[in-house]
């Protein structure tokens, strides 16, 4: 089991930038692509950005693709999602998920196994 806690959300404003972590737990992810989606009040949750269990892949959604970027320590058993030049439409609850496998399968919700409880991340205009 995988236990999965993100951290760095906040308020800010529109243009700016912050670092959201993800710590896992319980069993190593190092061979597990880990991903970030996202979940705006009213709208399905959403694929942000993924890392493959190496962290040399990365593939990311095209609303955030050029700002974002996502990274991993497999050594700390953390992912990261640093986001830059924030837009209010990028407001919403953000999730770390990862998979049981090492896979090229990014986007979908349903091929991640654990979640965590999500941080708020609030972009002001």
């Known amino acids: 089991q995988v236990q999965l806690v993100e951290s760095g959300g906040g308020l800010v404003q529109a243009g700016g930038s912050l670092r959201l972590s993800c710590a896992a737990s319980?069993?190593?992810?190092?061979?597990?692509?880990m991903a970030w989606f996202r979940q705006a009040p009213g709208k399905e949750r959403e694929f942000v950005a993924a890392v493959n269990c190496n962290g040399v892949i990365t593939h990311y959604g095209e609303p955030v693709r050029g700002r974002f970027i996502v990274s991993r320590d497999n050594a700390k058993s953390t992912v990261a999602l640093q986001m830059n030049s924030l837009k209010p439409d990028d407001t919403g609850v953000y999730y770390c998920?990862?998979?049981?496998?090492?896979?090229?399968?990014?986007?979908?919700?349903?091929?991640?196994?654990?979640w965590g409880q999500g941080t708020q991340v609030t972009v002001s205009s």
């Open positions: 319980g069993r190593s992810v190092s061979s597990y692509t």
């Open positions: 998920a990862s998979q049981r496998v090492c896979s090229f399968a990014w986007v979908t919700k349903t091929d991640y196994d654990y």
